[in-house]
């Protein structure tokens, strides 16, 4: 009965792919651990160090993201690649449906960078809210 309830929300291809550009935290935020994910992106994976200690960490993130993430309509991993390589053009928050602040984000560069950097700590939540909301 419990198996039943555990929902695929993330995936560890995805957090592989963004672990590559691990030193800027990419798959830390991705995995919803936006503390160590600014961590690393300041300090560029701990100096590498923790960059690679993570290659082996990834799987514990990942079950953890799919138990604490409420799955739905909306997918992450679609959400957390636009936000990515198309985060200044605001395509995420059109995905989501959130219109008007993803066409400013487009008129912006994503809010001059500061909103997508806010959308970084706070996607998940935002992913899982809407899929809440939509059942």
Known sequence: MQEAAHQNTHSKLIGYLLWIFGFTGAHRF???????????????GLLGIGWLIDLFLIPGMDKEADLRFQSGELDYNIAWLMLTFLGVFGVHRMYMGKWISGLLYLL?????????LIDFWTLNEQVSVKNAERR
Not at 30 to 44: A, E, R, S
Request: aromatic share 34%; hydrophobic share 50%; glycine share 16%.
């Open 30 to 44: 991705y995995y919803g651990k936006p503390v160590t994910g600014t961590i690393w992106f300041f300090t560029l």
């Open 108 to 116: 912006t560069f994503g809010f001059f960078l500061i909103g997508v």
